[in-house]
């Protein structure tokens, strides 16, 4: 089935300095992706759609300036975390729309997550 | 934009009984309604979905009920086992439109020994 490998799976940084996360569709192609944002026994909150080729649509709240996303190519979605700052700290995980051959298929695949933690 | 409700937000079954976990949703134009499976620190797993052109769907021990005149949706659980606990989420969405997904709050599921 369909993969989606998301890096770094933890990460540690100092507040002012930025992180990027990586997230790749390894066996299918990735028109869309989506970011996801998640505090400890909390809900997956939606931060932004990640469209090939062109701009991230931003969830109402969510800085664009703060959380830039790229989506070069078919299988690379990147969400870089500017300035971070501790309360940045969280779980984010992305995921992409399963669509083979022009036919949606049931389900989004997820990333495993990274957790973020900003000292 | 759409806003999905979940309930409850904890359940604790006995092993072997039923559980069920309802949603609302807002969005008339939600045409999909998948269910996920979450352990601590790990991705989200679909163990079950349905599309707005069906009210019912089985899978094992799995079933899903939608309403969409009423705009609600149920998970229901049978014969739980000690490793049906973990947290639940179900979730809401416009395939074909903008496709995003958008989660319930969780129901965090004890099975009780």
């Known amino acids: 089935g369909a993969v989606v490998s998301q890096h770094p799976s933890r990460v540690i940084c100092k507040s002012g300095t930025s992180v990027k996360i990586e997230c790749r569709s390894l066996?299918?192609?990735?028109?869309?992706m989506f970011w996801y944002r998640q505090f400890p026994k909390q809900s997956l909150m939606l931060m932004a759609t990640?469209?090939?080729?062109?701009?991230?649509?931003?969830e109402q709240g969510v800085e664009k300036d703060k959380f830039l996303i790229n989506h070069a190519s078919l299988t690379l979605s990147t969400l870089t975390v500017t300035s971070a700052h501790p309360e940045d700290s969280s779980f984010y995980i992305c995921?992409?729309?399963?669509?083979?051959?022009?036919?949606?298929?049931?389900?989004?695949?997820f990333g495993s997550g990274t957790r973020l933690t900003v000292v | 934009g759409e806003n999905v409700e979940q309930h409850p937000s904890t359940l604790s079954v006995q092993e072997g009984d039923s559980a069920v976990i309802k949603c609302t949703y807002s969005?008339?134009?939600?045409?999909?309604f998948p269910w996920y499976k979450q352990e601590l620190g790990k991705r989200p797993q679909l163990i079950i979905d349905?599309?707005?052109?069906?009210g019912e769907k089985k899978d094992q021990r799995i079933a899903v009920t939608l309403n969409k005149t009423a705009k609600h949706f149920s998970l229901h659980i049978t014969e739980t086992q000690p490793e049906d606990s973990a947290v639940y989420f179900c979730?809401?969405?416009?395939?074909?439109?903008?496709?995003?997904?958008?989660f319930g709050k969780g129901t965090r599921l004890h099975i009780l020994p």
């Open positions: 995921s992409a729309r399963d669509d083979i051959g022009g036919q949606l298929v049931p389900g989004y695949t």
């Open positions: 066996d299918f192609q990735a028109t869309t």
């Open positions: 990640s469209n090939e080729g062109s701009k991230a649509t931003y």
């Open positions: 969005d008339s134009a939600s045409n999909y």
């Open positions: 349905i599309r707005s052109n069906v």
């Open positions: 979730a809401a969405s416009t395939r074909g439109r903008d496709d995003k997904i958008i």
